[in-house]
Nanobody, 123 residues
Framework: QVQLVESGGGLVQAGGSLRLSCAAS????????VGWFRQAPGKDRDFVAA????????TYADSVRGRFTVSRDNALNTVYLEMDSLKPEDTAVYYC????????????????WGQGTQVTVSS
């Protein structure tokens, strides 16, 4: 069973950057599609970005396209989310998730979840 651990969150001013990491342990991580989601207080968990098994397929939410970049290093069992030009509305808990089945933007497609890391962007 793969276990996911996010890191890299924190407090940053608007316009700044953060890089989140999602480290996996357990079974071969390269067999999983990985997605990033975020959840602000009182709101639903929303899709942010996803990357396919090889790293050659990427998709982004419209709200982050051009500012966020997802990548993976299968040798290190790690997926990254580089976040640039951050805005206060990016404030949320960010989760990485893994799916063995489908490349998707929906929460229900992902079987495994990390514990989340808080990102706070001040204006």
């Amino acid at each position: 069973q793969v276990q996911l651990v996010e890191s890299g969150g924190g407090l940053v001013q608007a316009g700044g950057s953060l890089r989140l990491s999602c480290a996996a342990s357990g079974q071969t991580f390269s067999s999983y599609i990985v997605g990033w989601f975020r959840q602000a207080p009182g709101k639903d968990r929303d899709f942010v970005a996803a990357i396919n098994r090889s790293g050659g397929g990427l998709t982004y939410a419209d709200s982050v396209r051009g500012r966020f970049t997802v990548s993976r290093d299968n040798a290190l069992n790690t997926v990254y989310l580089e976040m640039d030009s951050l805005k206060p509305e990016d404030t949320a808990v960010y989760y990485c998730a893994a799916s063995s089945r489908v490349f998707s933007r929906t929460v229900s497609a992902y079987d495994l979840w990390g514990q989340g890391t808080q990102v706070t962007v001040s204006s």
